[in-house]
């Protein structure tokens, strides 16, 4: 039996203006479990991710402001998926698509400078670059200086770490990545507001784009040939 991808939606929150802004996409796997997170995204068939990020962005055009698909450096440098990019921002104008580039590993690995001309091309095009989970893994600010001119969003994850977001350290990166975005003029997205008290402290903090399940889960998003069979 081929394997069932669908994408999941959640949203992204503007709490100065209490409105939806955009969507993210999560893609997931249909198991005899329940739908699940794939457990290799770089062993998907890049046709696959292709055709459903053209049908998925088609059933949400004129619905959002944006609407997120994260894709690692592997993906971003493989021919189908790009096109499907560029096809599913035309399929969302005058909605902006936006590129969350990931640290999810494949087998091959690109450097940040052979990235750059093809980010660059996807700019000129209309399609908004976001760096995601800065501030861990390979994401420090040393590391994604480069790319800062051409990207328009910063997404941190409070999830990634093992720290509450009470703690001073966590609200020490917080505010760096905030004064990043300031300074770069860049969205700062803060993922994982799960409770009331995430939410108060961020706004304390200054932060108003976020994205969590205090506001809502990932909700499953139907294809039209799915409402007979699903």
């Known amino acids: ?5 669908r994408y999941f939606v959640q949203p992204q929150i503007n709490t100065k203006t209490k409105t939806i802004t955009g969507y993210e996409l999560l893609m997931k796997q249909l198991t005899p479990e329940g739908w ?15 055709e459903l990020l053209i049908a998925t962005t088609r059933v949400l055009a004129l619905k959002v402001n944006y609407c997120s698909v994260n894709i690692n450096r592997e993906q971003l440098m493989t021919t189908p998926i790009v096109d499907a990019i560029i096809k599913s921002q035309q399929q969302l104008y005058p909605a902006r698509l936006v590129v969350e580039l990931t640290e999810d590993d494949g087998p091959e690995q690109y450097p940040v400078a052979e ?54 350290k966590i609200q020490q990166k917080v505010r760096f990545w905030r004064a990043m975005s300031t300074e770069y003029g860049l969205r700062l997205v803060l993922e994982g507001v799960e409770n009331a008290a995430d939410n108060v402290l961020s706004q304390k903090l200054g932060i108003k784009y976020k994205q969590g399940y205090y506001f809502s889960k990932p909700q499953l998003l139907k294809l039209p040939q799915d409402q007979a069979a699903m």
């Not at 995204?41 to 292709?50: E, L, P, S, V």
């Not at 760096?131 to 994604?144: E, K």
């Open 115 to 168: 990235m750059l001309p093809l980010l660059q091309s996807l700019v000129d095009q209309g399609i908004q670059i976001s760096l995601d989970d800065v501030g861990t893994g390979d994401n420090y600010f040393d590391d994604v200086q480069t790319l800062l001119p051409l990207v328009s969003e910063l997404k941190f994850a409070l999830q990634n770490f093992k720290l509450a977001f009470n703690d001073p």
């Open 36 to 50: 699940r997170p794939p457990v290799n995204f770089a062993a998907i068939d890049a046709q696959t991710i292709a």
């Open 1 to 5: 039996m081929e394997p069932f991808y």
